[in-house]
């Protein structure tokens, strides 16, 4: 293959004037990085929300969360981008779609809600699985104890339910950050879009994507190491082992 390497690249000055290549692929990890910590935020709340609203008694509760997890599961993210940022403020009323067109970071905006949006329906399954897999047992002894339902799920099922989630949650931790590269769809120029543009300005295919390649799996590494070093410090015996989930009676 006839093909130039250029390792010295990196240190070229980029189109744009703003730095180097590598400053550009660098604020394209904070932004990749910013992306999945937002919307991880909007996932991990909604997700603990609609995936305890998915095993109270209350069967219309039940059916509207089961809708929610089947919509946000079951449609492509990059449908789920696209709908987001082509679709939504054609359906608002003119001026909040006009504003919502206008907004300076509309990508960067638009990544977060639907990531955060499509993660959430994916952590409310890992969420409703942990408090199942917990003993009968310890809802009867909340009820027996006198607390309302919403007090036995905040002081006896949920602190469970997910220490015993967290391998989960780690693995969806490590897919936001992955997932995060499909908003170069939309225009956010994160990691690899940075990747990508360095490509087309430069020819140097390999460079670029080897960096970037070595980045996101540098920055996965990172948060899968303190996710375990968390599932470590909070593993329940008998319900953890070896970095899965398991039921355990008591």
Do not use: C, H
């Not at 935020?41 to 997890?69: E, M, Q, S």
């Not at 992955?178 to 140097?204: C, D, H, P, W, Y």
């Not at 295919?205 to 920055?219: D, N, Q, R, S, W």
Request: avoid cysteine; proline fraction near 5%; hydrophobic fraction near 55%.
């Amino acid at each position: 293959m006839n093909y130039n390497w250029n390792w010295n690249i990196f240190w070229e000055t980029a189109p744009d004037g703003a730095g180097t290549y590598m400053d550009s692929l660098i604020a394209g990890m904070w932004w990749t990085l910013a992306t999945a910590a937002l919307a991880w935020i909007i996932a991990l709340v909604l997700g603990a929300v609609i995936g305890t609203i998915r095993t109270t008694p209350n069967k219309w509760a039940v059916k509207f969360a089961n809708g929610y997890v089947e919509l946000f599961r079951n449609i492509p993210l990059l449908v789920q981008m696209f709908l987001w940022y082509f679709v939504m403020p054609e359906l608002v009323p003119t001026d909040m779609g006009n504003w919502l067109k206008a907004l300076p970071n509309a990508p960067f905006i638009t990544a977060v809600l639907s990531l955060g949006f499509f993660t959430s329906a994916r952590v409310a399954v890992q969420v409703s699985t942990g408090i199942n897999a917990l003993p009968r047992g310890q809802r009867m002894a909340g009820t027996a104890l006198g607390l309302t339902l919403p007090q036995t799920y905040r002081y006896v099922l949920l602190p469970m339910a997910f220490r015993i989630i967290i391998p989960s949650l780690t693995n969806e931790v490590a897919a936001i950050i992955k997932n995060s590269s499909v908003a170069l769809t939309i225009g956010l120029m994160e990691l690899t879009a940075s990747a990508r543009s360095m490509q087309e300005f430069s020819f140097q295919v390999f460079e670029a994507f080897t960096a970037a390649t070595l980045i996101y799996l540098a920055v996965s590494v990172i948060a899968i190491v303190l996710a375990n070093l968390l599932e470590k410090f909070l593993a329940v015996p008998g319900f953890i082992t070896s970095g899965s989930a398991k039921t355990g009676g008591q």
